[in-house]
């Protein structure tokens, strides 16, 4: 029999980051000459179908709070919003159509036509 050391276990938030999301999100952090922020996604109330994604850098630490290191950027989520994205996927797209951070939920079962939230 085996006995499992729980403090040995680390519990994440489940959500990742690509690498084209990580490289952005260190060369935003280089540009501003902050290496003390993490990259943070929440889950908000707002939007017409319910639910909303608010990323932002941030230097807080809050009580509660899941963590998971990609290629030198510290994603964020409050325990909070970790139900909401696990499983979940930010990438950041450099198109003609389209530049910026998207995210790949498998959570949402629908989004409003604007594309701003989910449910």
Not at 34 to 44: F, G, P, T, Y
Not at 51 to 70: I, S, V
């Amino acid at each position: 029999m085996t006995v499992q050391d729980e403090s040995a276990t680390a519990t994440t938030h489940g959500a990742t980051l690509t690498d084209a999301a990580a490289a952005k999100a260190k060369a935003l952090l280089e540009q501003e000459g902050r290496d003390d922020l993490s990259l943070r996604i929440a889950v908000q109330p707002g939007g017409c179908a319910g639910l909303r994604y608010n990323l932002f850098f941030d230097d807080r630490a809050l009580d509660g709070d899941l963590t998971a290191d990609f290629g030198g950027v510290t994603l964020t989520v409050d325990r909070m919003s970790a139900p909401y994205i696990q499983g979940a996927s930010i990438d950041f797209v450099d198109t003609i159509e389209k530049q910026g951070f998207t995210i790949d939920n498998p959570n949402a079962t629908g989004s409003c036509a604007c594309g701003d939230s989910f449910n």
